[in-house]
């Protein structure tokens, strides 16, 4: 079992790594930046010591770096259907762990943030619908990945609770 989560790992970092130079090259509009950051990235003793354990923090890691380049491309061209599917890798990384809840202020940011570029009559409805879009496949997504939340919620906020002292006091915990 732990050659296929190693292996699992190496994919998901792999693809980690193609995102993080496909951003830098969106961002930098040049090729030279894009290899250095992947290049930095490659090097980088966090995602090489994770990606030799099937842990969580690794598919987490590509999620968020894909949303990152999505909303990249939804600030060029905001469309309701890449809020659906901005929502839909929102709602895994939820699924996968709960600590990315604190990008969502930045999601709904460049969400509104992006039809007001726009100059668009209607940037006020647009980004509400945007918003409003985002939000339901959010959760629909998390509902379907991780019923456990709904289905027994007592437990669910048993478990985050335990979790939240565990880093909060690492050392009572073995």
Same mark, same amino acid.
């Not at 792999?14 to 290049?39: D, S």
């Not at 990315?100 to 100059?119: C, T």
């Given at each position: 079992?732990?050659?296929?989560?190693? !292996? !699992? +790992?190496?994919?998901?970092d792999?693809?980690?790594?193609?995102?993080?130079? =496909?951003?830098a090259? %969106?961002?930098c509009?040049?090729?030279? $930046?894009?290899?250095?950051?992947?290049?930095?990235y490659?090097?980088?003793?966090?995602?090489?010591?994770?990606?030799?354990?099937?842990?969580?923090?690794? $598919?987490?890691?590509?999620?968020?770096? &894909?949303?990152?380049?999505? !909303?990249?491309l939804?600030?060029?061209h905001? %469309?309701r259907?890449k809020?659906?599917?901005?929502g839909?890798?929102?709602? =895994?990384c &939820?699924?996968? %762990?709960?600590?990315?809840?604190?990008?969502?202020?930045?999601?709904?940011?460049?969400m509104?943030?992006?039809?007001?570029?726009?100059?668009? %009559?209607?940037f006020?409805?647009?980004?509400?619908?945007? !918003?409003?879009i985002? #939000?339901?496949?959010?959760?629909?997504?998390?509902?379907?990945? =991780? $019923?456990?939340?709904? &289905?027994?919620?007592? #437990?669910?906020?048993?478990?985050?609770?335990q979790?939240? +002292? =565990?880093?909060?006091?690492?050392?009572?915990? $073995?």
């Amino acid at each position: 079992m732990l050659p296929i989560g190693r !292996l !699992l +790992s190496v994919i998901w970092d792999t693809g980690t790594l193609i995102l993080v130079f =496909m951003t830098a090259r %969106k961002l930098c509009k040049q090729i030279t $930046p894009a290899l250095i950051a992947a290049g930095l990235y490659a090097i980088a003793f966090f995602p090489i010591q994770n990606s030799h354990f099937y842990v969580v923090d690794v $598919p987490l890691n590509f999620f968020i770096t &894909l949303i990152c380049y999505q !909303l990249i491309l939804f600030l060029e061209h905001p %469309k309701r259907i890449k809020a659906v599917f901005i929502g839909t890798l929102f709602g =895994m990384c &939820l699924a996968i %762990k709960i600590t990315p809840v604190v990008f969502a202020p930045v999601i709904a940011i460049v969400m509104i943030y992006s039809w007001r570029a726009k100059k668009s %009559k209607r940037f006020l409805l647009a980004s509400f619908q945007s !918003l409003l879009i985002w #939000s339901a496949v959010t959760l629909a997504v998390y509902a379907i990945c =991780m $019923p456990y939340t709904f &289905l027994d919620f007592v #437990s669910f906020k048993n478990d985050m609770t335990q979790q939240i +002292s =565990m880093n909060s006091d690492p050392y009572i915990f $073995p």
